[in-house]
């Protein structure tokens, strides 16, 4: 009995750690964080995007029934930056200083360390949050408009799979840094850990949108539109997080924790359009 307490007891502080790691949300929680917690934390990462998501989607259809749509997706847009700290724009903006510099892969992982903003991180920042707020706008103004999809479930399952293949490229590519870094701390994840994380990014898809769709867990199940819906998430998440992954891996000889930020980023823009896609055409 006080074994299975101790081994819920870790599993619960690996939830926690999580959602410290990638939120801003007040878990007055103190957490040693040792590397056998950041490994057990990667399972929990999809719940945490998860988390994020149903805000952002009460957030929009709140912002939405007070405020024009430009407006609306300048707020939206500004919490989904703050629930994570800016924590994934600055390992993007580090990424592309390093990489973008085109110079010696040693030399860019200096960059990438450097505290200061680049020119090319600035410019790829800038570009980036562009497409998401025109993105976020257009869902807005889709759903004040009365459209059948606008603001949906589909939107919080964007960061769900955007964690999950962090995830996947924690284990996936080696870590580039000879010396340790915040990053190093994820190399003992296993394949066990990804594919945990995956059931748990299939079972938050599943209960969301069991909740939207008005189903049963069950009838949910039966519904083609679901199984849809998870197939082309991953498809989308594994190929396009696949094909940044991989160049970011030519480039730099492995992965860091500013990728992994760099890659959460780009797959929730990547996703984002999936989802203003299947809107336009009334899924």
Request: aromatic share 10%; net charge positive.
């Amino acid at each position: 009995m006080r074994n299975a307490r101790v081994v819920v007891l870790d599993w619960l502080r690996a939830c926690l750690a999580a959602f410290q790691f990638l939120t801003r949300l007040p878990i007055p929680v103190q957490i040693e964080y040792t590397e056998r917690v950041f490994r057990r934390s990667v399972v929990f990462y999809p719940l945490a995007g998860c988390v994020i998501g149903l805000l952002l989607l009460l957030a929009g259809k709140g912002l939405g029934l007070i405020l024009p749509p430009m407006p609306a997706a300048v707020l939206l847009l500004g919490l989904w930056i703050v629930l994570t700290g800016g924590l994934h724009l600055d390992g993007l903006m580090d990424t592309a200083d390093g990489i973008l510099s085109h110079r010696p892969r040693e030399m860019m992982l200096e960059i990438m360390k450097d505290s200061r903003v680049g020119a090319m991180g600035v410019i790829v920042c800038v570009l980036h949050v562009l497409l998401k707020f025109a993105i976020l706008y257009s869902l807005l103004d889709l759903h004040i408009a009365g459209h059948e999809g606008g603001v949906s479930f589909l939107l919080v399952l964007v960061p769900v799979w955007s964690r999950w293949f962090m995830v996947m490229a924690i284990y996936g590519w080696p870590y580039a840094r000879k010396e340790s870094g915040l990053g190093s701390l994820f190399r003992s994840v296993r394949k066990p850990h990804v594919s945990c994380s995956f059931l748990v990014a299939l079972l938050t898809t599943t209960i969301t949108a069991s909740l939207a769709l008005g189903k049963g867990s069950y009838a949910v199940l039966a519904d083609p539109r679901v199984w849809i819906i998870v197939c082309g998430y991953m498809l989308v998440t594994v190929i396009a997080g696949w094909i940044f992954a991989a160049y970011m891996n030519s480039k730099l000889g492995g992965l860091t924790g500013d990728t992994y930020g760099a890659l959460n980023e780009l797959l929730e823009t990547v996703l984002l359009v999936g989802v203003l896609l299947i809107t336009l055409t009334q899924f």
